[in-house]
C-alpha cells in the first residue's frame, strides 16, 4: 500500500512537473514557511488533558519522533481541571522558550487566539493537532483524521449494526456528542446525522428522548461519568418499558460509559458506537458488547504532524490535501486529512494486523 501510494505520489509529480506546474512541497513562497530554522530547534507540543487513550499515547510518540528527527522537543499536558488556563501558559511558555513550531491539541479550541497570536508575533508556525484551533488568523495548518468523515462511519455502523440485529425498523435510539469545548465535536455529530436524519425522519429510527439538538446530547468534558449519568436518566425517563435498540456515541471512553448504564439497569445492551480504538473498547468489541469504533492510528497521526515540522524547518511549505473544508471563523485552514477505518468484530483482526498493542486483542 504504502508502496503504491509512493508510485502514485511519484507519478503526479512527474506530471505536474511536465506540465509546469510545482508541487507544494517544492515552492518555498508560503508565508508561513519563510526561510526555516536550524535543525535542532525547540518544538513544542501542547496537548489536552488525558480523555482519551489517544492524548496518552501521542505525548510518548512525539517525545521520541522529535528526538529521533534531531528536534529539541516539549511536550506537555493540560492537566485535569484548569484545563485551559494549563495550555495557555504552556504555550506562552514555549513561545517564551523560541520554539519555532508549536503543535497544539487544543484543550478548548475557542480559546486560544492569544496564545496563538504571541507564537506568530515571535515568528513560531502554529499548527493545529487533531482538533481545529477556532477564531484565529493564526493557525497555519491542521493534522488530523477527517472528522467529518468519522462521523458518516459512526452513522452508518449504527445503520448497519441495527439491521443486523433486527431485519427492519423502527428503532428506538438515542444520540450522544462530544465536548462542547472541542471544534471536532460539532463535526462528528454532524457527520454521523449526515446518515441518520433522512432516517429519522422517514420513520426508520426512533430518538425516544426527542434530544437531537447538540446541546442536548453534548457531554461536557468527554467525561466518563457525564455519558453514564446521562444515560442513566434516559433509561429513566424514556425506557421503563421499552427496549432501546442502539446509541450513537462519539468515542470509545463515553460508549463503554453508556454500556456500563445499560448493564446496570438490567437492559441488553444496545448497538453502540464508539471512535479511537482503545484497548478495553477492543476487547468489548470482540466480546460482543460494543458494536464498532474508528481507527485512528495516533502512530501516522503524530508522524504526520513531525513530517510537517521537518519540511518547515527545511524552510518548504508542507504538503496538504485539503483547503476547503476546515473554516475556523477567520480562515481556511490548509489541512492534512488523514483517512479513519471503521472497526466492527469482522474486520478487526485485518483492521489491527501492524499494530502490536491491539493485534493480540482480536486473536
Ligand atoms: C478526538 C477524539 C477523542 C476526543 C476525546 C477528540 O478531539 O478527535 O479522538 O476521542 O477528542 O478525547
Redesign the pocket.
Known amino acids: 500500500m504504502r508502496k503504491l501510494l509512493t508510485t502514485t505520489a511519484i507519478a503526479a509529480v512527474a506530471l505536474m512537473a511536465l506540465s509546469g506546474c510545482s508541487t507544494r512541497t517544492d515552492t518555498t513562497s508560503g508565508s508561513s514557511a519563510a526561510a526555516g530554522f536550524p535543525a535542532d530547534s525547540l518544538i513544542g507540543v501542547a496537548l489536552?488533558s488525558k480523555?482519551?487513550e489517544?492524548?496518552v499515547l501521542a505525548g510518548g510518540l512525539f517525545e521520541d519522533g522529535l528526538k529521533a528527527a534531531g528536534f529539541k522537543g516539549d511536550v506537555q499536558y493540560a492537566g485535569a481541571s484548569t484545563t485551559v488556563k494549563d495550555q495557555q501558559d504552556q504555550i506562552s511558555a514555549m513561545v517564551t522558550k523560541g520554539a519555532k513550531v508549536i503543535i497544539i491539541?487544543a484543550a478548548d479550541g475557542g480559546q486560544l487566539g492569544t496564545q496563538a497570536k504571541a507564537a506568530h508575533d515571535a515568528g513560531a508556525i502554529v499548527i493545529a493537532y487533531?482538533?481545529l484551533i477556532l477564531n484565529t488568523d493564526n493557525v497555519d495548518y491542521y493534522v488530523?483524521?477527517d472528522?467529518f468523515k468519522?462521523g458518516e462511519l459512526q452513522g452508518q455502523a449504527l445503520l448497519d449494526g441495527l439491521k443486523a440485529k433486527k431485519p427492519a425498523g423502527p428503532y428506538n435510539i438515542e444520540l450522544f456528542s462530544?465536548?462542547s469545548d472541542?471544534a471536532?465535536?460539532p463535526v462528528f455529530f454532524n457527520g454521523a446525522m449526515s446518515v441518520l436524519q433522512p432516517k429519522i425522519d422517514d420513520g426508520t429510527l426512533v430518538v425516544g428522548s426527542g434530544q437531537t439538538d447538540i446541546k442536548q446530547t453534548a457531554t461536557a468534558g468527554?467525561k466518563a461519568e457525564n455519558a453514564q449519568s446521562r444515560m442513566d436518566s434516559l433509561l429513566t425517563s424514556t425506557y421503563g418499558a421499552k427496549a432501546i435498540d442502539g446509541v450513537l456515541s462519539?468515542?470509545?471512553?463515553l460508549a463503554r460509559a453508556i454500556i456500563t448504564s445499560v448493564k446496570a439497569a438490567g437492559k441488553p445492551i444496545p448497538v453502540v458506537t464508539g471512535?479511537?480504538s482503545e484497548a478495553e473498547s477492543v476487547k468489548s468489541i470482540m466480546a460482543g458488547e460494543q458494536y464498532s469504533t474508528i481507527n485512528?492510528d495516533t502512530r501516522v497521526l503524530v508522524a504526520q504532524a513531525i513530517d510537517m515540522a521537518k519540511v518547515l524547518q527545511k524552510g518548504k511549505t508542507p504538503e496538504v490535501n485539503d483547503t476547503k473544508s476546515y473554516d475556523n471563523g477567520k480562515k481556511i485552514v490548509p489541512a492534512f486529512l488523514l483517512p479513519p477505518v471503521i472497526v466492527t468484530k469482522a474486520n478487526a483482526a485485518e483492521a489491527y494486523a501492524n499494530d502490536p498493542k491491539l493485534s493480540p486483542l482480536t486473536k
Open positions: 489536552p480523555t482519551s489517544n492524548w491539541g487533531d482538533r488530523a483524521y472528522n468519522v462530544g465536548s472541542d471536532n465535536a468527554w462519539p468515542n470509545d471512553t471512535q479511537d485512528k
